[in-house]
Each structure stands twice: as structure tokens, then as C-alpha cells.
């Protein structure tokens, strides 16, 4: 899960603030951070078996209505639906509903929403490990053609794209060179999307942890918990 793995980083992060914070100064800012933690911890528990049970029953009923479906436009928002409950659980699966998506909207010569597939799949091949198969959906997508909402989704790929490929290389040069690529869609990215959306808070949870502002990551984290 993207944002227990968050919580966790900006945990670890806390345990290294200054010495004099923890020994009863700046004691607000503690108790917000505390509060905060504890905020995102109880939607991480929040996904018990119960929860996950009830998924695997909606994958199955939804399954069967995509099956049952006589129109494109009723089969593409099934697909979509499946996606979404499998992206982050069942990844390889989620590629599936994608491709049946991506069908569905080309079927209906709908260019908004298949490029909206394209970006889906791009991020999900490379959050599969899949890093050829997501350069070659990049390479299919114009991004002056999107539309607004496309083009933050666009950017948001290909900047986690750049991000994992950085991450995975062996050459130094590659990796330099991925994550001068990330910065730059992360900052066309940001200058693009609304302050205090779910994207901005997650991208800006990462600058401010990355520069050792933990509690302005921490404040971040807390306003992206209260929006999902």
C-alpha cells in the first residue's frame, strides 16, 4: 500500500528529529506529528481481511457483469472499476483490466479515454517491473494532445517511471540521466496541478522528507490522509 509505505518513511524519518524536540520542546509539533502518524496508521489498519475479502467478492461480481455487458461503454467503466480495486493488490491482474479498458475505449473511438488508459498502463507495467513495455506505451502518447486531466496523469507516470528506473539501473550515467528525466516531469507535473490535491500532497510529502523538513512532510501527509 503507497501511503503505509509513505507513513513508514516519514516514521523513520521522525525518529531522527533533533534531540532537543524530543526532550519537551516544540511540544505542539510533536503532538501534531503524533496525531498525524496516528491518522494515517488507522487507515493502514483499516485494510483487514474483512476488507480484503469483500474486494475479492466485488472483483468477482463485477467480473461477471463485465462479461454479461452488451455495450463498449458499459464494459469500459467495468474495466476501470476492476483496475482500480486491483492496481496496487493483484498487479499483473490489473494489467488485464487495463488492455480490456484500452479496448473498450479505441471501440468507441473515445482519444480521451484511451489515452487515459495509456497513461494507467504506462505506470502500472513500470510498477510491475515491466520498464520496455512502459517506455513503449510513453512513446504512443502525445502529450500535447491531452487533455488537462490526462496531462497531470502523463506527467505523474512518467515521473514514477524515471523514479523506478533511477532506482533499478546499475550505471551510474543512467541513473543520473533517469533522474534528471524524473525532475523534470515532476516539475512539469507541479506546475500544473491544483495545490493541496491528492498529487501535489504526494509528490510534496517526498521534497519535503527528501530536504529534512519532516514536519512540513508530516503536514503534508496529514492533508493527503484527510482527502483519501
Known sequence: MDHL???????????????????????KDIKYINDSLLHVLDKAVADSKALREQREERISTLQ???????????RYDIAQQLYLLTNTYKTTLALHYLHLSL??????????????????????????????????????????????????????????MYNQLA????????????????????DSLLSITPKNSIIWLTYMQGIYSGAGKYREALRALDKWARLT
Not at 5 to 27: V, Y
Open 167 to 186: 532506482f533499478y539501473t546499475k550505471d551510474k550515467t543512467d541513473q543520473q540521466r533517469f533522474q534528471t528525466l524524473e525532475r523534470s516531469m515532476k
Open 103 to 160: 479496448n473498450a475505449a479505441e471501440r468507441l473511438r473515445d482519444i480521451d479515454k484511451a489515452d487515459k488508459c495509456k497513461c494507467q498502463l504506462m505506470k502500472q507495467y513500470a510498477r510491475t517491473g515491466f520498464f520496455g513495455e512502459a517506455v513503449l506505451t510513453m512513446n504512443e502518447i502525445n502529450p500535447r494532445t491531452l487533455n488537462a486531466k490526462n496531462r497531470i496523469a502523463y506527467y505523474d507516470c512518467t515521473s514514477y
Open 5 to 27: 509505505r509513505t507513513f513508514l518513511i516519514i516514521l523513520a524519518s521522525f525518529l531522527f528529529l533533533p534531540a532537543e524536540a524530543a526532550n519537551g520542546q516544540d511540544t
Open 64 to 74: 461477471a457483469a463485465y462479461n454479461n455487458a452488451s455495450s463498449w461503454s458499459v
